[in-house]
Nanobody, 125 residues
Framework: QVQLVESGGGLVQAGGSLKLSCEGS????????LGWFRQAPGKEREFVAA?????????DYAKSVKGRFTIFRQNSENRVYLQMNSLKPEDTAVYYC?????????????????WGQGTQVTVSS
C-alpha cells in the first residue's frame, strides 16, 4: 500500500514562491506516475502537473500554471516536488500529491490510485 505525505504549503503574497514536497512509501516509487492536483473551495479537483514513471524529465502541465510551476522527482528519496513561482490569488487551493501504478502520466484524476492528505496553499493579493 502506497502512502503519500505532502508538506510545504502555507501563506504567501502574490508574486511569491512556494515549494511543495510529497514523500512516498510502501511501493516502487520510481516506476509510478506522479501528479499534483488542487482543489479550491466549491470547485472540482483539477490537474496541475504530472510526470511519468521511470523518467526524471518531461512533464505535463495545466495551461494555467505552465511557465510558473515545475514538477520534479527525486527517486532516491521517494519524493516529488512542485516548485511554484509567480503565485497568484487564483492558485489558492488544497494541493494533493497522487501516484499511479499505470506508469504514464495522466491529467485524469481517476487514473491515480493513491492520494496524499493535501496541503493548503493560500496566496494573498
Amino acid at each position: 500500500q502506497v502512502q503519500l505525505v505532502e508538506s510545504g504549503g502555507g501563506l504567501v503574497q502574490a508574486g511569491g514562491s512556494l515549494k511543495l514536497s510529497c514523500e512516498g512509501s510502501g511501493g516502487t516509487f520510481s516506476t509510478y506516475a506522479l501528479g499534483w492536483f488542487r482543489q479550491a473551495p466549491g470547485k472540482e479537483r483539477e490537474f496541475v502537473a504530472a510526470m511519468s514513471g521511470g523518467v526524471t524529465f518531461g512533464a505535463d502541465y495545466a495551461k494555467s500554471v505552465k511557465g510558473r510551476f515545475t514538477i520534479f522527482r527525486q527517486n532516491s528519496e521517494n519524493r516529488v516536488y512542485l516548485q511554484m513561482n509567480s503565485l497568484k490569488p487564483e492558485d489558492t487551493a488544497v494541493y494533493y500529491c497522487a501516484a499511479s501504478s499505470r506508469r504514464f502520466a495522466s491529467v485524469d484524476r481517476t487514473a491515480y490510485d493513491y492520494w496524499g492528505q493535501g496541503t493548503q496553499v493560500t496566496v494573498s493579493s
